[in-house]
């Protein structure tokens, strides 16, 4: 069995790893996309770019039906 002194270096050794480890979960983790949502609400220039962005979609989607008859 350990002895006290042992055990208590034990002991020290994982708390600084459980430190170290709690340290790094907490720490940013690179750029996170959720943190755009909401960014251009309201946005008239995003508006305009998401018609279009909807209009070419469609305009694809049917030539890809087109295409397919």
Do not use: Y
């Amino acid at each position: 069995m350990a002895t006290t002194p042992e055990l208590e270096e034990r002991v020290r050794i994982l708390e600084s790893q459980m430190a170290k480890f709690l340290l790094e979960k907490t720490k940013p983790q690179g750029k996170d996309w959720r943190q755009t949502l909401g960014r251009f609400t309201g946005d008239e220039l995003m508006r305009e770019i998401d018609e279009e962005a909807l209009r070419f979609r469609e305009e694809d989607r049917k030539r890809a039906e087109d295409s397919e008859s």
